[in-house]
């Protein structure tokens, strides 16, 4: 093996357990973070004893891996995931059908929080974990779901094909 492949081979074993250690600090599910950086399920469960014995609580808000059929069920649920499919794909440099851009998602999750906290109405629901809002973006990547703009108020909203509501543009109802 050359030096420079084997350089390059540390390198992407180092990005990936730095990449890791956010995730696990974020919140993500140890499932989406074994999908996002090919670690295995024991080498993301030592990066988090590891961040225990540092002092660092990880922030895991959900256990369960859902999609936009459990995610999306209501008008003011779908209002959350297009707000926040929007956030992403505004900070997206590169098509969302290429892969999930985790640090894209993760500064729309943050805007996300931040706009719900300054809307009312919006901070009666249940906000969307890190978890769920990988799986939406992950659906967007996959084709599953889709930005549409409405005929009626010219809103983009998000829309999958996995959703339980029938509601089109949750804005004007339209």
């Known amino acids: 093996m050359s030096h420079c492949s084997e350089i390059k081979r540390h390198t992407d074993s180092l990005n990936q357990r730095i ?14 973070i074994m999908l996002e950086t090919g670690l295995t399920y024991r080498q993301v469960l030592s990066i988090h004893q590891a961040l225990k014995k540092e002092g660092y609580k990880p922030n895991r808000q959900s256990r369960t891996f859902r999609s936009s059929a459990t995610l999306i069920h209501s008008r003011a649920s779908k209002i959350d995931a297009s707000l926040l499919m929007q956030f992403y794909c505004n900070f997206c440099n590169e098509e969302t059908s290429q892969a999930v851009n985790i640090g894209a998602l993760n500064k729309a999750y943050s805007v996300y929080h931040s706009i719900r906290k300054e809307i009312p109405t919006l901070g009666k629901n249940i906000p969307f974990d890190i978890s769920g809002a990988w799986r939406l973006a992950q659906e967007l990547k996959s084709d599953e779901a889709m930005m549409e703009k409405c005929n009626v108020c010219e809103c983009t909203y998000f829309t999958s094909v996995l959703q339980r509501t029938l509601v089109r543009c949750p804005f004007c109802k339209g």
């Open 19 to 32: 990449t890791a250690r956010y995730m696990i600090l974020t919140g993500y599910l140890t499932k989406i």
